[in-house]
């Protein structure tokens, strides 16, 4: 069962542009959002994270969007650059027992 | 990839053989966790551990074991019962702050079979 349901796949977007990743959780009883960032051959790297409680939390060009009705948030990046090509995931825990649970990936092109 | 070690960088594996990845962290974290992770698949935790001396199965541990006997180290082993260990594996350490818990990971270990 996929508690994390992360999309799209894939995204190729021009320099400037603004990708957008979306997810979805099911599980309540998450109530910690991070978002990581991996580029190929690496280990994932922490770049943003919300709490339930705030709608929007920014980061530089990184911005979260957190819909707590909806049980969805996503991760948006502003003036997107080529050194922004990466794979993204989102991730959620519960503080009951401290286990992360992923989205399966977003890989992001960005084009020069 | 902060604080956390891992090695080696490639590992091969013979058919039938036992191989250990090693993670070692200096960052003081009580925590430390392996994911496996597969094209597609994002990352799938194979064995955490809270504490030195104790630690639990994840969602895919067939085929591997690990040991917490210091702060800073968990060896994975990776074992001849896991029949399909082609992947890369990646160690993380974690800390809670105000209610928090934040993984920082390691740069990994890819796996091939021979």
């Known amino acids: 069962q996929q508690q994390v349901k992360q999309s799209p796949q894939s995204l190729i977007v021009q320099k400037g542009g603004i990708p957008i990743i979306n997810c979805a959780y099911e599980n309540t009883a998450f109530d910690y959002f991070p978002w990581y960032q991996q580029f190929p051959g690496k280990g994932p790297a922490l770049l943003i994270a919300?709490?339930?409680?705030?709608s929007e939390k920014k980061e530089g060009r990184f911005t979260i969007s957190f819909n707590k009705s909806a049980k969805q948030f996503s991760l948006h990046i502003m003036d997107s650059q080529p050194g922004d090509s990466a794979t993204y995931f989102c991730?959620?825990?519960?503080?009951?027992?401290?286990?992360?649970?992923f989205g399966k990936g977003t890989l992001l092109t960005v084009n020069p | 990839d902060g604080g956390i070690t891992q090695s080696p960088k490639y590992l091969f594996r013979k058919e039938g053989q036992n191989v250990t990845l090693s993670c070692e962290q200096n960052?003081?974290?009580?925590?430390m966790y392996w994911y496996r992770q597969d094209p597609g698949q994002g990352l799938r935790l194979i064995y955490y551990?809270?504490?030195?001396?104790?630690?639990q199965k994840g969602d895919i541990a067939e085929g591997y074991s690990v040991s917490r006997e210091k702060k800073e180290s968990f060896p994975l082993t990776v074992t001849s019962a896991q029949k399909n260990p082609t992947a890369f594996y990646l160690c993380?350490?974690?800390?809670?702050?105000?209610?928090?818990?934040?993984?920082?990971f390691g740069p990994g270990t890819r796996l091939l079979v021979l």
């Open positions: 919300i709490r339930p409680d705030v």
């Open positions: 991730a959620a825990i519960s503080r009951s027992n401290y286990k992360l649970t």
């Open positions: 960052l003081n974290h009580d925590a």
């Open positions: 993380a350490s974690s800390i809670i702050e105000a209610g928090l818990e934040t993984q920082y």
């Open positions: 551990s809270q504490i030195v001396n104790d630690f």
